[in-house]
């Protein structure tokens, strides 16, 4: 199931956070996504440590919804994302003990 993984940002793109909505950049095809609040939140919780279940629990306290709106809502966003190529899935955290401190 989907709400296992733990979800990253694609390399591939860029974005930024402008009123509180983030304008994503798919640098593979150079299209653009802009993202309302609330999936704005779910794609900056996209850090490849985050599981999904986290996620959902955050959207429930964050803009006071229902578990069961907020768990089909980021989910099928979630499944939007990975079809547009815009975030990967993993099983696993990513370990960031590897990565070099700037």
């Known amino acids: 199931m989907l709400d296992e993984y733990v979800v990253k940002n694609n390399e591939k ?3 930024r956070t402008i009123n ?5 950049v798919n640098l593979k095809d150079s299209t653009f996504h802009t993202l309302n609040p609330v999936a704005t939140f779910i794609w900056e919780q996209a ?3 985050t599981k999904t279940e986290q996620m959902i629990e955050k959207i429930c306290q964050e803009f006071e919804v ?3 709106t907020a768990e089909k809502d980021c989910l099928e966003f979630l499944g939007e994302l990975v079809s547009k190529g815009l975030v990967v899935l993993s099983a696993y ?3 960031r003990a590897c990565e070099p401190k700037l």
């Open 13 to 15: 793109t860029a974005y």
């Open 93 to 95: 955290a990513e370990d």
């Open 47 to 49: 850090d490849g440590q």
């Open 66 to 68: 229902d578990r069961d």
């Open 20 to 24: 509180g909505e983030a304008v994503v």
